[in-house]
């Protein structure tokens, strides 16, 4: 599975947009771009998907760049309950997810 | 679906003991993964099922370790002689075969080896 970086931390005001940015410049063509979060205590939580369209769904929104090479995890209007650590992981739809470190999100008032 | 379940929440074992935890899937996913998180990391794959046979195992996953699923539901994840660098969050997690919405992780259990 491709290697992906992400910033180790991010601030953003609660209400507003939280933009998330993922490079992943390894990836392959059958490979699909993963976002999970983990809050504090607990398992981590499944987000979206994409492989190359850009997605959304009740969570967040998902902007792939048209060479596939970085993502971007759009939070429209952050709370604070979107504190947690995101983590962008490419997989070829495998048996293991390789996660990283992740980004530490903090929302703040 | 009510969600994978783990149990203990908590352990806390003194060194050179063994330990189980269990893990309960969602009832209709056939795969079933083991994860271990340390502190400031990301969750690190120990190995996965699908159904009860045991496909893949990290390098993780010592002598110490073993997991199983004897009847494709339930799994148990036993350390024995425990050392204090087993210490950590023990994720369990579920899928359909085909991962197109992703895991479901569980809550984990938090493993502490005094």
């Known amino acids: 599975d491709a290697k992906t970086t992400q910033p180790p931390s991010m601030d953003c005001a609660e209400g507003r947009a939280a933009n998330l940015p993922c490079n992943h410049s390894?990836?392959?063509?059958?490979?699909?771009v993963y976002w999970y979060r983990q809050i504090h205590s607990q398992g981590p939580q499944y987000i979206i998907h994409g492989l190359k369209n850009n997605e959304t769904n009740e969570m967040a929104s998902l902007i792939i760049t048209e060479d596939r090479k970085s993502s971007t995890l759009i939070l429209p209007h952050a709370t604070l309950r979107d504190t947690a650590v995101y983590y962008c992981i490419v997989t070829g739809g495998g048996n293991k997810l390789t996660f990283g470190t992740g980004t530490q999100l903090k929302v703040e008032l | 679906d009510t969600g994978v379940s783990q149990d203990p929440r908590h352990k806390i074992t003194k060194r050179g003991q063994n330990v189980t935890f269990r893990c309960d899937p969602i009832s209709e996913h056939n795969r079933l993964y083991w994860y271990r998180q340390t502190l400031g990391q990301g969750p690190e794959f120990l190995t996965y099922?699908?159904?009860?046979?045991?496909?893949?195992k990290s390098r993780l996953l010592s002598d110490r370790f073993s997991a199983e699923r004897p009847k494709g539901s339930f799994s148990t994840l036993e350390i024995q002689r425990t050392e204090q660098g087993d210490s950590a969050m023990y994720l369990c997690?579920?899928?359909?075969?085909?991962?197109?919405?992703?895991?479901?992780f569980g809550s984990g259990t938090r493993l502490t080896v005094v």
């Open positions: 997690a579920s899928s359909r075969r085909d991962i197109g919405k992703g895991y479901t």
């Open positions: 390894t990836i392959s063509g059958n490979e699909y």
């Open positions: 099922f699908q159904n009860e046979a045991q496909l893949e």
